[in-house]
């Protein structure tokens, strides 16, 4: 089979390679039919991440139809069509057991970083029973493939966690595709969204999909206050201070974006203001009510999709993803 195998720093290749079998009786494996790219996938290349082997193949983000199951899968046969979701997990261990799935001893975050991931033409799933979701053959693949990470991550770290009852107002910082789900899945409690990012065509985006109103972050002064502040961003751009900054009294911060180093948290003007952080890694427990919001046509995901490339494009794909006016870019193989 072809497969997106990391070679180390600046190194990628699709090439041949072997197709995966069944190694435990929980394993199932799925035929892709189409991943899609995410930036923890380029850390390890832009040589941020050397805890990815040479040798991986990458991804964490898929669609497919299963052509093999353990022997003692229950609830998954040849021939479903699942969206895999970038959370492995066992639900035995002492963290499934309180649904903290990221944590899972025997799995969490480990495709395309420990173990072989989705950019392939085949995929070993282990725990295949819950690390996956049956969908009919009928949702639109880019529809699908939002359910692996980008909207289980909105949906978890948000809606999950603010009572929107007493919210008016709402600031995304960052103009990617985690803040462009996450205005997807807010739409519906009719909040002034406005958008904090360098893009302007994303911003742009982001108006036409039912934000308020874009701002350019280098050019604006942070005057507004907001009830929800959600970050997006991470790394050491100063987007979490810019979120301090933000927040109204009593008001929320939610930071989604990953950071490399400390950060500075002003508590002596913040204790003040009563204020409520949450962060942290989603779980992709979510995926049953995600299911039912995409086949209601509650939500549109497909949206975030901005190109899709075939199977002979999957290099140009990759290296289409790190353009800035990109959002989620798909190959369909
Ligand atoms: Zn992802
Ligand atoms: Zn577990």
Known sequence: MKALIFKGKD??????????????????????EGFTFSHADYRPYLGQDDSVAPDTI????????????????????????????????????????????????????????????????????????NSVIKISSAMNLADALMLSDVLPTGYENVIKKVDFQNINNI?????????????????????????????????????????HKGYNSTK?????????????????????????????????????????KSVVFNLQQLWYQNITVHTGILNVYTLDELVAKIETKEISPMQLVTKAFNKNQVLQAYEAFMDKDMFKVM???
């Open 331 to 333: 190959v369909k193989l």
């Open 171 to 211: 600031a995304i910082i960052g103009d990617g595709p985690i803040g462009l789900g996450i205005l997807l899945l807010i739409n519906k409690y009719n909040k002034e969204v406005d958008v904090y990012g360098h893009h302007s065509k994303k911003l742009d985006y982001f108006e036409k999909l039912g934000a």
């Open 220 to 260: 604006t002064s942070f005057d507004i206050k907001y009830d929800l502040v959600i970050e997006c961003v991470g790394n050491d751009r100063g987007t979490f201070e810019q979120a301090q900054q933000m927040v109204n009294f009593n008001g929320t911060i939610i930071t989604i974006g990953v950071f490399n």
């Open 11 to 32: 190194k990628i290749e699709w090439t041949e390679t072997m197709e995966p079998v069944i190694i435990e009786p929980t394993d199932i494996i799925v035929k892709i």
């Open 58 to 129: 990458m991804g964490h983000e898929g669609v497919g139809v299963i052509t093999a199951v353990g022997g003692s899968v229950i609830n998954l046969q040849v021939g479903d069509r699942v969206a895999i979701g970038c959370i492995i997990h066992c639900n035995i261990c002492q963290w499934c057991l309180r649904k903290a799935f990221a944590k899972c001893v025997n799995g969490g975050f480990i495709l395309g970083t420990k173990i072989n991931g989705t950019h392939a033409e085949f995929v070993r799933i282990p725990y295949g029973d």
